[in-house]
């Protein structure tokens, strides 16, 4: 059998520099999107022993005395899944405050435990928190992108790039999981997606939920995947089922704990009454909205619609991944008023500098694209730094003051 490739995560260098300065550090993201392997790549180097929560014998012995077994933790040490043992964090915390040294342990989390009660609280201070995402277009290609430093500096020249065409949906549909993507396109790939969000709501969400509510999760999240890149509708997502939306509603945070959906929330400043003010709902990888789907790179080409849809989404995930190791903290909103004008995305970074990047699936861009752009323009008055509308052609065209048509594949190309 082939040996998997391993790919270069930019985030390293993160995680190296916050074990310089913190006692604990939290990488957490969904299962298989590469915790461990970056854990022991950066931790078994340094002297750090490896410990998985996945073993039920090492979790129950946690979960009895979590407060013996942290005490007899080597000096470093790599905790797994750490999830599975929430009583562990008051004894870390102990452990902590008595020995402040920085990179005593690296936990890893498949769930969002900083939803578990009080314990963004107990850490506070003790603990970096990193977000590592599936894998980004630019680690595959195995560059560092400089999109990101582009669009705030409005630095985008006359260049001819490559169209994707076909391409494009080969990589929508791809999505980012490391697996995944080794994989064959086709049969191969979408199996493993199922078996993987299978898997996960087996795993993750069992403990959580009563048999009858676990049954109602794999049509929730398909209904999910075909809403993503749409306001959240939870009427919509209630309807084929017997329950409240309120529930509907609990389900899908639930989903969010284990990082299969996000919502982008909407961006406004308070004078701006007109805003719409609801969430969109975006699927984690566009891969697994695609299988869950049933849609192959072949079916989404040809689904322009579709395709339009889950494009958006895989920008708005790139970004997202390119912003993990960014050196700015940015924030990410999305744009529509009570016109239905709309931005896919905003970005703000800092006080005073927000950029909208419109996602389209055509290789032309004209004047009404840039229409989300120009209110978002106005809206956001001295502070708009630049818009982009990201589309499939193959030449990076200014359009107007600060105003720019960029190819899809200038995000994680040079």
């Given at each position: 059998?082939?040996?998997?490739?391993?790919?270069?995560r930019f985030?390293?260098?993160?995680?190296?520099?916050?074990?310089?300065?913190?006692?604990?550090?939290?990488?957490?993201?969904p299962r298989q999107c590469g915790k461990t392997t970056l854990a022991k790549d950066v931790g078994v180097a340094a002297g750090y022993a490896y410990f998985s929560f996945d073993e039920p014998g090492l979790a129950a012995s946690a979960k009895a005395d979590p407060v013996g077994f942290v005490a007899d933790l080597p000096p470093k040490a790599i905790l797994d899944e750490v999830q599975h043992v929430p009583e562990i964090f008051a004894a870390m915390k102990l452990a902590v405050d008595r020995d402040r040294r920085p990179g005593r342990?690296?936990?890893?989390?498949?769930?969002?435990?900083?939803?578990?009660?009080?314990?963004?609280d107990s850490l506070a201070g003790r603990m970096r928190i990193l977000r590592l995402y599936p894998l980004s277009q630019s680690e595959l290609a195995g560059r560092s992108p400089d999109f990101l430093d582009r669009l705030f500096n409005a630095d985008f020249k006359l260049k001819r790039h490559r169209r994707l065409g076909p391409e494009l949906a080969e990589r929508v549909v791809a999505g980012g999981f490391p697996e995944a993507v080794s994989l064959p396109s086709g049969r191969k790939r979408r199996d493993w997606c199922l078996s993987y969000v299978e898997?996960?709501?087996?795993k993750d969400l069992r403990e959580h939920l009563k048999p009858s509510a676990l049954a109602v999760m794999p049509q929730l999240l398909k209904m999910a995947a075909g809403q993503t890149a749409h306001l959240v509708n939870i009427s919509e997502l209630a309807g084929p089922f017997k329950v409240s939306r309120n529930t509907i509603g609990e389900y899908t945070n639930l989903l969010g704990r284990v990082f299969l959906l996000e919502n982008l929330p909407p961006w406004h400043r308070n004078r701006l009454s007109r805003l719409v003010k609801t969430p969109k709902l975006h699927m984690a990888d566009t891969g697994l909205a695609a299988a869950l789907l049933g849609a192959d790179a072949d079916d989404l080409y040809k689904d322009r619609t579709l395709l339009g849809q889950l494009l958006e989404t895989f920008v708005v995930?790139?970004?997202?991944?390119?912003?993990?190791?960014?050196?700015?903290?940015l924030e990410f909103h999305h744009y529509r008023d009570k016109d239905k004008v709309e931005v896919d995305l905003v970005l703000e970074r800092g006080l005073h500098s927000v950029a909208g990047v419109e996602v389209k699936t055509a290789a032309s861009v004209d004047e009404g694209d840039l229409k989300g752009l120009r209110k978002l323009a106005e809206a956001a008055g001295k502070d708009f730094v630049a818009g982009v509308v990201l589309y499939d052609g193959d030449t990076t065209l200014k359009l107007g003051q600060n105003l720019f048509a960029v190819p899809l594949a200038s995000l994680w190309e040079p």
């Open positions: 059998m082939p040996q998997a490739r391993v790919y270069l985030a390293r260098e993160r995680l190296l520099e916050a074990l310089e300065d913190a006692p604990l550090v939290l990488l957490h993201g342990a690296i936990l890893t989390g498949s769930a969002n435990v900083l939803l578990l009660p009080k314990l963004a898997a996960l709501l087996e995930q790139e970004l997202r991944k390119q912003a993990s190791w960014y050196e700015s903290a």
